[in-house]
Structure formats: structure tokens, C-alpha cells
């Protein structure tokens, strides 16, 4: 499979929802797989929050392949034999595209805090015009999962002429109390270390020494992203081995788990990035500068794959099935389709159980 990292530059005014301005900005992507002649084979795939472009296939001394490389690549579901595949990644991220620490110009200085709040809505924008300048304009698919499923949700209600069909796994028309309450608690872990600084510290510092808010809120996030099934199935009330089950600070398998997540988090991950895509995650409502989720939704008319996971807890299912309705509710019954996948393994089963789903997804691509 043929992989090429690229980063493009703009200077244009990147205006965004807020009434701010991104100028001059980046945006790093990944292609897979070839272009064909009249570029009708384009699939775009949208990653989550702590995702990034990089999503299939292997770069030279990985020790890991692209998250979601089970479903790209050559006689996948994603066949890179007959799509030519680009993932963006999105802005406010820490993976090449323009975030807070990037530099503000005309001064080298990062953003930091002076970074404009960003949305769903303007990370889709941004993307439409990389595409434009590619000389894509029509895309076969957008797919994504999680956040990735609220950029293909966007997509199809802003951008209505640009793909034929939008595939969204584990994800919701309006980020809910709920996951909002999460995203709360792994927010202020980070705002309230001390090491943070309120936004001025040292990234190399952080990644040699860690950041202990960071690493609660990814465990706050791993919570969410399992269900009880799973945590019960993959670990059980097993203890750790080399602990003490009468020492006060000794760990049940689940504890090392979150522990080893947590602090390994902060080696690649950005705490600055966190924030702003979480905030970002939070803010999106389909429906906000709409008059109903109706009408939102009333601009859409391209095919549109639903597929939730049964133990969701971060975005349930019933959130999914709102989106169904609400389309079957319009007339559009004949190009919406609804799945709901049996699973224990919470929200990161779009993720994890491909086997699952992925010929779903081989399905949905089919030329009809």
C-alpha cells in the first residue's frame, strides 16, 4: 500500500464559527492507495480526539500501525486497491496541523492560550479547502468514528454536494451531559496541575517529566470509552501480583491499566490539544445554528450508514437512533441505514471489534 504524509500551508483566512481568524495555518494529511484519472475514488476518513492522520499502514521503525489500519489497506474494508484514502488531521491537533503550540505570526511564540476556540464545523471547513486546493471536489465516502463520525455528520449537512454517502460509527448528532460531565472532570484535572502553568509550560519538560492532570483525565477518558462488560471480561478483580492487597496504595489490574495509560499518555499527546478539541467535542450540536435538528438534517442528500455499539456509554446508541428517525422522519427512510452492533466493549469498539462491523462498512461502499 502506497502511504504519503504531506503538509500544506495557507494564507488565506481560515474564518471561523467564533468570528475569529486562523491566518496563516497547516494541515498535515495522509493519502493511501492511488488517485484514480477523474478522482472519483476518493474516501476521506475522519479521526477522533486523540487520533491523528497517521490511520493505516506502517512508517519506517513504527512499533505501531495506523489506528485503524484493521479496516485500510489492500482487500480491507477501506480496499486501497480501488479508493484512494486521506486522512487530515484536524486543526487545534498536536500532529502537524496548525494548534496552540504552534507559532503565532508573525512572532515565533506558540498560541497557547491566545489559540482561537475551535469547532467540528471549522475543522470540516479547513479540510474543504485543503481538498480544493488538491483539485478534489467530490468525494465517494467520508467515514468516521466518535469525532471523527461528527466531521462525516458536518460534512454531509454543510458541505451536502461533496460525497455520495457519510458513514458514522459510535457518535451523535450533539455531544450529550453525560460525556460533557467527563470531559469536565479530565479538563479541570489538567487546568488544575500545577505543572500546567496555566497553559505556559515546557513541553519538553512535560514529556520528560510528565503531567499528572493529563494522565487523570486519560484515565477519566478510558472509563468512559470501556463499559463495566469489558473491564469485568479484561480484567476482572485480579491484583496486581507484585503489590500488596493490605498496602494502601497497591493496585488492582484495572488501576495498572489506567495508570500505565494515563502516564504514557502524556508522551504524545499535547495538554493544550486536549483542551481544545475537548472543548470543541463539547460545543457541537448538528443542530445549533439551525432552527431544529430537523432542519439541519433536511440538508442532507447523500446515502448516510449509522452504526452504533450496544455498551456505548459515551455516545449511546439511542443518540444514533435519533439521527435515523429523524431522517426516516423526512422521507429519506431509502438512503439511511441503521446498525446496531452487539458488543461489550463500550465506545472503543469502532476501534477494537472491526470484525464486527467492517463488512458493514465494505457494504456501504459498494457502487449502488
Known sequence: MKITTHTEHFTNPLYLESGRILEPYELTYETYGELNEDKSNVIVVCHALTGSHHAAGHYEDDRKAGWWDTMIGSQKSIDTDRFFVICVNVIGSCFGST?????????????????????????????????????????????????????????????????????????????????????????????????????????????????????????????????????????????????????????????????????????????????????????????????????????????????SFASDLLFLPKEMQTIYDTLCNLGREKETHYLEIESTYGHDAFLVEIDKFAHYVQKALEEK
Open 99 to 307: 494548534g496552540p503550540m504552534s507559532p503565532k505570526y508573525p512572532s515565533s511564540a506558540p498560541y497557547r492560550m491566545k489559540f482561537p476556540v475551535i469547532t467540528i464545523s471549522d475543522m470540516v471547513k479547513a479540510q474543504r479547502i485543503l481538498f480544493d486546493r488538491l483539485g478534489i471536489h467530490k468525494a465517494h465516502a467520508i467515514i468516521g468514528g466518535s469525532m471523527g463520525g461528527m466531521q462525516a455528520l458536518c460534512f454531509a449537512i454543510e458541505h451536502p454536494n461533496f460525497a455520495k454517502q457519510h458513514i458514522l460509527l459510535a457518535s451523535t448528532y450533539a455531544t450529550q451531559p453525560w460525556a460533557i460531565a467527563f470531559n469536565k472532570v479530565a479538563r479541570e484535572a489538567v487546568i488544575r496541575d500545577p505543572d500546567f502553568q496555566n497553559g505556559l509550560y515546557d513541553p519538553e519538560v512535560i514529556k520528560e517529566n510528565g503531567l499528572s492532570g493529563l494522565s487523570t483525565g486519560r484515565m477519566c477518558g478510558y472509563i468512559s470509552y470501556l463499559s463495566p462488560d469489558s473491564m469485568d471480561e479484561k480484567f476482572g478483580r485480579d491484583y496486581v501480583q507484585t503489590d500488596g492487597l493490605y498496602e494502601l496504595f497497591g493496585r488492582f489490574q484495572v488501576e495498572r491499566y489506567l495508570d500505565y495509560n494515563g502516564l504514557n499518555f502524556v508522551n504524545w499527546f499535547d495538554p493544550l490539544s486536549f483542551l481544545y478539541i475537548t472543548k470543541a467535542i463539547n460545543i457541537f450540536d448538528a443542530s445549533r445554528n439551525y432552527d431544529s435538528l430537523e432542519d439541519s438534517l433536511s440538508r442532507i442528500n447523500s446515502e448516510i450508514t449509522l452504526i
